[in-house]
């Protein structure tokens, strides 16, 4: 049988907020952004080399 105070401890433990994130957890968030990042650019890459080219043209 359980006493008050064990059941106290298992909804402690069963309900307790946590809080901050983990080390994995901010790995996993720069991976996604920088995955983004690396899309985008190639995605725009025709974009920005026309850009450079007009910009040397005028030059």
């Known amino acids: ?3 008050f105070t ?3 401890h298992y909804l402690r433990a069963r309900f307790e907020v946590e809080e901050g994130q983990t080390m994995a957890e901010y790995g996993v968030v720069l991976a996604v ?3 983004g990042v690396v899309v985008a650019l ?3 890459s025709g ?3 026309g850009a450079i080219d007009r910009v040397r ?3």
């Open 33 to 35: 952004l920088a995955l």
């Open 1 to 3: 049988m359980f006493s």
């Open 47 to 49: 974009a920005i080399s």
């Open 6 to 8: 064990d059941l106290m």
């Open 42 to 44: 190639g995605l725009l």
């Open 57 to 59: 043209g005028v030059f």
